[in-house]
């Protein structure tokens, strides 16, 4: 009746912004991530008949405002009759702060109760679970690029490219290190309900889609770069003409575009990504790794930088 997983956190180069159905969690639009090496979430769930309720701890201090969505997730999957849970997590990297901490937060608390709870669950039914909680964490049941598909009442993740494949590295340049203002829950659904670029957002995915699947079947650095930035330069702006405005952008975060800018004008292979946190995470080639990591480090504002690689899926810890 106890489990431990581990989940690394995926960045998504083509986004997810908008839900089609709020009570399924269902996404409005499809999406392509990576998974990361290094950074990482790893959750014990302990389902205890004698508990009275669920306990959710992170990196050792007691949890509250997390535990309703915890809890509801071991529900979906566990059902309503199910013992109540001790929940371990450890995260080596900051929360809520726009790096993905749901998505392996929630990957790795599915897979620890569907081990606890002696559910013999596929990959892909775990990564529909996952999904439930949060969206993104769906994508961190698989390794290296990882599709989702939204299909009419459900979704669909599969992977495009083994991490080795292709093995791009990332370099993560904080900006601040406090937890964000909107949640992306919130967020989406105030875009949904008052950017006027939200409906063509979700009626050019499939084309930003399509165009990132083939960069990533050819391995082709510079057109991936391309529908990546342009792909999150157009999520934001649905942010930013929503009503009241959603920016996670701070200063540094703009002046980190700029160091990007300057190194590809220089010819490095990098480009840069940035989800619901003024954090940049900036793609590259191995090659090239050294002098993006010493360009950012080297910005002002940025406070530090981390450098991963391509991680693998959820997996349990023995
Ligand atoms: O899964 P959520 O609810 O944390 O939303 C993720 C939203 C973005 O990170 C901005 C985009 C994405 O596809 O991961």
Redesign the pocket.
């Known amino acids: 009746m106890q489990a431990t997983a581990i989940a690394q956190p ?3 180069l083509i ?3 908008g839900k089609r159905d709020i009570a399924r969690n269902l996404p409005a639009v499809g ?1 392509i ?1 990576i998974t990361l090496s290094d950074l990482y979430t790893s959750i014990e769930v302990q389902l205890d008949e004698t508990l009275g309720e669920d306990s959710l701890s992170i990196n050792g201090v007691a949890e509250q405002r997390s535990l309703p969505r915890m809890s509801a997730c071991l529900e979906n999957i566990l059902g309503t009759e199910r013992a109540h849970a001790r929940i371990i997590s450890e995260c080596n990297f900051p929360m809520a702060a ?1 790096l ?1 901490s ?2 392996s937060s929630f990957a790795a608390a599915t897979v620890a109760a569907a081990i606890a709870g002696g559910l013999p669950l596929s990959t892909a039914e775990m990564a529909g679970l996952a999904g439930r909680a ?4 769906a ?1 961190s049941l698989y390794g290296g690029f990882a599709e989702l598909r939204n299909d009419e009442n459900s979704i669909r993740v599969e992977q495009l490219c083994d991490k080795d494949a292709w093995p791009l590295r990332v370099v993560v340049a904080i900006t601040e290190s406090g937890p964000k203002h909107t ?3 919130d967020a ?1 659904e105030i875009s949904r309900q008052t950017s006027p670029f939200y409906s063509s957002w979700v009626a050019q995915q499939d084309d930003d889609l399509a165009v990132a699947r083939m960069a990533i079947e050819q391995r082709d650095f510079s057109a991936l770069a391309a529908i990546a930035e342009h792909n999150c330069l157009k ?1 934001h702006s649905v942010m930013w003409a929503s009503r009241p405005a959603i920016t996670y952008w701070n200063a540094a975060t703009m002046r980190c575009m700029e160091t990007i800018r300057s190194l590809q004008n220089e010819g490095r292979g990098v480009f840069f990504t940035i ?2 946190g003024p954090q940049i995470k900036a793609v590259c080639l191995p090659e090239d790794e050294e002098a993006v990591a010493e360009a950012l480090a080297a910005t002002s504002g940025v406070q530090s930088t981390m450098r991963c690689g391509l991680g693998d899926a959820a997996r349990v810890v023995v």
Not at 134 to 137: F, L, P
């Open positions: 995926n960045i998504a986004k997810y912004w999406s991530s726009g993905a749901s998505a949060s969206g993104s964490a994508r949640g992306s829950t989406m999520m989800d619901a």
